[in-house]
């Protein structure tokens, strides 16, 4: 799978797992350690955010330009942003 990063969900129960070499993020339950689900996101991917509320994952799909946004209750991608070259590393940022 060539395993690059690894991101929990916010209540533990769910390991994502992205890869630079494959198409796919393996979704994994944590508690039966079970493949779930494979998310087709094209050429790779790097760094995973959790949404603070919980309710998304962003996946940054490093080779296409883009970042994903994944669903995390039905487990599909609802959304894309173009984000240059190459996107990795993915934080939140607020105002104070």
């Known amino acids: ?8 969900t916010l209540d533990g129960k769910r390991a994502f797992v992205s890869s630079l070499r494959g198409a796919d993020l393996a979704v994994f339950d944590v508690g039966t350690r079970q493949d779930v689900k494979r998310i087709k996101l094209g050429r790779g991917a790097a760094g995973i955010l959790m949404q603070p509320d919980g ?8 080779p296409d330009n883009y970042v994903a946004v994944i669903d ?25």
């Open 55 to 62: 309710s998304r994952a962003y996946v940054a799909c490093s």
């Open 1 to 8: 799978m060539g395993a690059n990063r690894l991101k929990f």
């Open 72 to 96: 995390l209750k039905t487990l599909e991608i609802i959304g894309q942003i173009d984000a240059g070259q190459e996107p990795d590393g993915l934080a939140w940022a607020t105002r104070q």
